[in-house]
């Protein structure tokens, strides 16, 4: 099983930029989250998503957009990037108990 | 919503020694409290957890431990090694749907 999979890897954007964050799990997990990870910060709940169709705001919401169409996938969107949304972010995914990370996406907005 | 107070945020210590990291949460509805290793550039991965009903859980090196009256839980690894050098992290969940708060982390440095 490949788990939980992000795509890309590190990605450069130019400010006001607009870029999707791909995350897809093959556990047939009904949840699914976003996080980022910024130095001394931990990581913070961006959006989450308890089953198709459904998705609530975490902690820091303001500046991205989610939808979840399938189980399988849980897109983030950033509408307009800025210099502060310079960040590493993780997508989880659960079936209520243990959370799986994917491998991150490096973002860098300059 | 749920705050997860995490200390130290360094913690050094020599090969064969104990450490222990400790948190606190805030929202007595919490009821999910795992532990998280992150080493340097991979994602986080889970090392042991306890629920709210259970007052402490081992795992060979590693335990955690619950003070649901305090609202506080540690992190106890002994007989560290040099493998264990990583960030390690606190969380808490209290929505019932694995969303999780996390303390702000601590490296951990094992010298042999």
């Known amino acids: 099983n490949a788990g939980v999979t992000q795509t890309p890897k590190f990605q450069v954007l130019k400010t006001g930029q607009s870029m999707t964050l791909q995350c897809a799990q093959d556990?047939?997990?009904?949840?699914m989250s976003w996080y980022r990870q910024d130095p001394g910060m931990g990581l913070r709940l961006i959006h989450y998503?308890?089953?198709?169709?459904?998705?609530d705001q975490g902690e820091v919401p303001n500046g991205y957009n989610v939808s979840r169409s399938t189980t399988e996938d849980f897109p983030l969107r950033l509408l307009s990037a800025a210099p502060s949304q310079t960040s590493v972010y993780f997508c989880?995914?659960?079936?209520?108990?243990?959370?799986?990370f994917g491998q991150g996406t490096r973002l860098t907005v300059v | 919503g749920e705050n997860v107070e995490q200390h130290p945020s360094t913690l050094s210590v020599q090969e064969g020694d104990s450490a222990v990291i400790k948190c606190t949460y805030s929202?007595?509805?919490?009821?999910?409290f795992p532990w998280y290793k992150q080493e340097l550039g991979k994602r986080p991965q889970l090392i042991i957890d306890?629920?709210?009903?259970?007052g402490e859980k081992k795992d060979q090196r590693i335990a955690v431990t619950l003070n649901k009256t305090a609202k506080h839980f540690s992190l106890h690894i002994t007989e560290t090694q040099p493998e264990d050098s990583a960030v390690y992290f606190c969380?808490?969940?209290?929505?019932?749907?694995?969303?999780?708060?996390f303390g702000k982390g601590t490296m951990l440095l094992v010298s042999p």
């Open positions: 989880a995914s659960s079936s209520g108990v243990e959370a799986f």
């Open positions: 556990m047939n997990h009904e949840y």
């Open positions: 998503s308890v089953g198709a169709g459904i998705t």
């Open positions: 929202d007595s509805a919490s009821n999910y």
């Open positions: 306890i629920r709210s009903n259970v």
């Open positions: 969380a808490a969940s209290d929505s019932g749907y694995s969303t999780l708060t």
